[in-house]
């Protein structure tokens, strides 16, 4: 009874305290919900300062009023944000399962042959390769998708507070 009394008033406390979270969305047109980023998340964009470039940092804290995302080491309005890439983990996931079994399967026709002293067929290393190419295209091509900020994607500021901000 006294430890649920406890987590009882921990729980009544912390919800006093947090006023709710503030997070940047990347609406994107014909779709219900916004891709969301919050504080500590990693933010990978091209900015107007460096368009050619893939600009990779951590979210430190969003600035409402201004439009501002603060940086670990920089800081940038919405404005100036050209394009987002996201990543996707499934396509990145499949890509390392499809290497390692690539690998495995290399490996193991390779271990097969000299143990038995069988030649090692062209067919084992064709599905080996496939398995590789296949592996590295998912990897390094299919996770992540690039969205161009503008009249199909946007970016917003959002805070969902219970109560007000405090200045």
């Given at each position: 009874?006294?430890?649920?009394?406890?987590?009882?008033?921990?729980?009544?406390?912390?919800?006093?305290?947090?006023?709710?979270?503030?997070?940047?969305?990347?609406?994107?047109?014909?779709?219900?919900?916004?891709?969301?980023?919050?504080?500590?998340?990693?933010?990978?964009?091209?900015?107007?300062?460096?368009?050619?470039?893939?600009?990779?940092?951590?979210?430190?804290?969003?600035?409402?009023?201004?439009?501002?995302i603060l940086f670990?080491?920089?800081?940038?309005?919405?404005?100036?944000?050209?394009?987002?890439?996201?990543?996707?983990?499934?396509?990145?996931?499949?890509?390392?399962?499809?290497?390692?079994?690539?690998?495995?399967?290399?490996?193991?026709?390779?271990?097969?042959?000299?143990?038995?002293?069988?030649?090692?067929?062209?067919?084992?290393?064709?599905?080996?390769?496939?398995a590789g190419v296949?592996?590295?295209?998912?990897?390094?091509?299919?996770?992540?998708?690039?969205?161009?900020?503008?009249?199909?994607?946007?970016?917003?500021?959002?805070?969902?507070?219970?109560?007000?901000?405090?200045?």
């Amino acid at each position: 009874m006294r430890t649920f009394l406890r987590l009882m008033i921990l729980v009544l406390c912390v919800t006093t305290i947090i006023h709710g979270q503030t997070t940047l969305n990347l609406e994107i047109k014909y779709e219900v919900k916004p891709i969301k980023f919050y504080s500590g998340d990693k933010l990978t964009f091209k900015s107007k300062d460096f368009p050619d470039s893939w600009q990779t940092h951590k979210i430190d804290k969003f600035l409402l009023d201004d439009g501002v995302i603060l940086f670990d080491d920089t800081m940038y309005q919405i404005e100036d944000i050209t394009a987002v890439k996201v990543h996707q983990k499934t396509s990145s996931v499949i890509g390392h399962l499809l290497k390692g079994f690539a690998a495995g399967w290399v490996l193991f026709g390779t271990l097969g042959s000299l143990a038995t002293g069988k030649k090692f067929l062209k067919e084992d290393i064709y599905i080996g390769a496939a398995a590789g190419v296949l592996g590295f295209l998912f990897g390094n091509v299919f996770s992540h998708k690039v969205y161009n900020i503008g009249s199909n994607h946007h970016l917003r500021l959002v805070d969902v507070s219970i109560i007000a901000p405090q200045p």
